[in-house]
């Protein structure tokens, strides 16, 4: 595994050959560069720190941020990936730690979505961490103080937003990565309409899920709005996955959003989301407190509203228990159920315990990937249902049609290409997304989708529009190819 944690980190010793590597080789080494290695990775990110990776930005940066942005030896950036590290997969607070994030998925923008390396910059926040292990630890590479609220975070983050419009445009892709929900949303909201940016944990993994739900729908039956959504936790995932959701019944029904969402019911910590809760909801939980009676746990909320589809999106770990599973399992013939929270360790349930407490009949997926399982004779295989699936695609899409905002259609298209590339070779071994074999011609299609809805919508400033957006994503996308001089 150390050798795993130093590959994580290793990219820029040979930075070619890694790209080469991961991308010959994607199936095999995704866990080992992304999750869950990166999790571990972030946990003992001060004792294998060698080098910064990516660029700390401090408290003690205030006034100077867009100096500190001019110090990053490279000046063409296209994709910025920015945590501040509060809720780093479903680990916590891991503080500067977390740099592990931006670092990884950026990664991945190159090696599946091909952005050029050069392009990428990684970036954390430091505003102090409240992880009094950390804080402890005489290797801890940030700030030693708890966290900045407030208007000195809110103010800090606002300098960074404003100097990296200032330092390379407005057609920047910043995405919000593992920012804690009580900041999520209101940065989202905040910059959405000023800069191109973009979170991951709600948007970009609502738009796998739909994706994973829509292809599912192939085995399990159905339209999407005949389905009954229950999800465990409601933050940024839950939330943004439930949303979207909503939004393309109502495209496919006609019916407004508000009417959607009554498919669609949120547990917390708490107990189901009702309206008797309203007033002590958090604003973004609002939408979602149905006039139904208070219900106090998931089992006895599996068993009374009887969804078809059941979505662990919580941070918490071995939720779905033997009970939920077989309640799940009573309810419907092919129970689905995703199982959504990272690392492993945080996974609802594993493969093993959803196909074996279903006796077979579940589809599941996962945000951490399972090695296929063996039941009663038959081999069970399961997705991954990671938003790895669509953030470099859909970056790819922004950056080369020029984009200079996002909108919740372009979620939507690269949530519907991604399920169109499920093939009958998936559905046959019960899998309801493509292979991370085929990601690179994956991404280019979702770039693609996502291009042409910029393009629909006058968002586009790339003019004029390439006519065949497929061909157009591939030629822009960055190989690691050695050069034969000859
Ligand atoms: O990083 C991942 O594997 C998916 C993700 O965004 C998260 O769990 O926060
Ligand atoms: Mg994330």
């Known amino acids: 595994m150390v050798s795993s944690l130093l ?41 294998i720190f060698r080098r910064p990776q990516g660029l700390y930005i401090s408290l003690k940066e205030k006034g100077k941020v867009l100096e500190v942005l001019k110090n990053w030896p490279e000046r063409s950036i296209q994709v910025i990936v920015v945590t501040d590290g509060e809720r780093i997969l479903g680990l916590g607070d891991l503080g500067t730690q977390g740099m592990g994030i931006p670092v990884g998925k950026l990664a991945l923008y190159t090696a599946l979505g091909g952005v050029r390396p050069s392009s990428c910059l990684p970036v954390t926040i430091d505003v102090g961490t409240n992880n009094e292990k950390l804080l402890n630890d005489e290797f801890y590479i940030g700030l030693k103080q708890k966290r900045a609220t407030g208007k000195e975070y809110y103010d800090l983050l606002h300098e960074f937003m ?17 920012f804690a929900n009580h900041n999520a949303f209101e940065l989202l909201a905040k910059y959405g309409t000023t800069h191109l940016v973009f979170n991951d944990d709600i948007q970009g993994t609502a738009s796998v899920v739909l994706a ?15 389905h009954k959504f229950l999800f465990l936790g409601a933050g940024e995932a839950g939330t943004g996955i439930a949303e979207l959701i909503a939004l393309e019944i109502s495209k496919q029904t006609k019916a407004p959003v508000e009417e959607s969402r009554k498919k669609i019911y949120l547990v917390d910590s708490k107990g189901l989301i009702v309206s008797s809760r309203k007033n002590s909801l958090q604003h973004f939980k609002k939408p979602w407190a149905h006039d139904h009676e208070p219900v106090g746990t998931l089992l006895e909320a599996v068993k009374i509203i009887k969804p078809t589809v059941l979505v662990g999106s919580s941070g918490v770990g071995k939720t779905f228990t033997k009970e939920v599973i077989e309640a799940m399992a009573s309810n419907n013939k092919i129970p689905l159920i995703l199982a959504l929270s990272n690392p492993t360790s945080q996974s609802e349930c594993t493969a093993e ?130 050069r034969n001089y000859r």
């Not at 790209?19 to 571990?40: A, Q, R, S, W």
């Not at 994973?212 to 005949?226: M, N, R, S």
């Open 162 to 178: 404003s100097a990296v419009k200032q330092n390379y445009g407005e057609k920047v892709l910043v995405q919000f990565e593992d």
């Open 353 to 482: 315990e959803a196909y074996t407490w279903s006796e077979g009949r579940a589809i599941f997926a996962s945000g951490s990937p399972f090695d296929p399982v063996e039941y009663n004779g038959k081999v069970y295989y399961s997705g991954q249902s990671n938003n790895a699936y669509i953030f470099p695609g859909f970056g790819l899409g922004l950056v080369i049609s020029g984009a200079i905002r996002v909108h919740d259609d372009m979620l939507l298209a690269a949530s519907e290409s991604l399920a169109k590339q499920v093939t009958d070779e998936h559905y046959a071994k019960g899998l309801t997304y493509p292979s991370f074999t085929d990601i690179r011609k994956i991404s280019a299609n979702i770039a693609a989708s996502v291009a042409a809805k910029a393009y629909e919508l006058g968002l586009a400033t790339r003019l004029p529009r390439p006519e065949n957006l497929v061909k157009y994503a591939e030629s822009c996308m960055y190989s690691p190819l050695y």
């Open 212 to 226: 994973g739900v829509v292809a599912a729908l192939k085995l399990i039956g159905g339209t999407l709005p005949d």
């Open 7 to 47: 590959l994580v980190n290793d990219g820029e010793r040979n930075e070619r050959l890694f790209y080469k590597l991961l991308i010959d080789n994607v199936e095999e080494l995704l866990p080992v560069v992304y999750t869950p290695t990166v999790g571990e990775a972030c946990q003992k990110y001060g004792s």
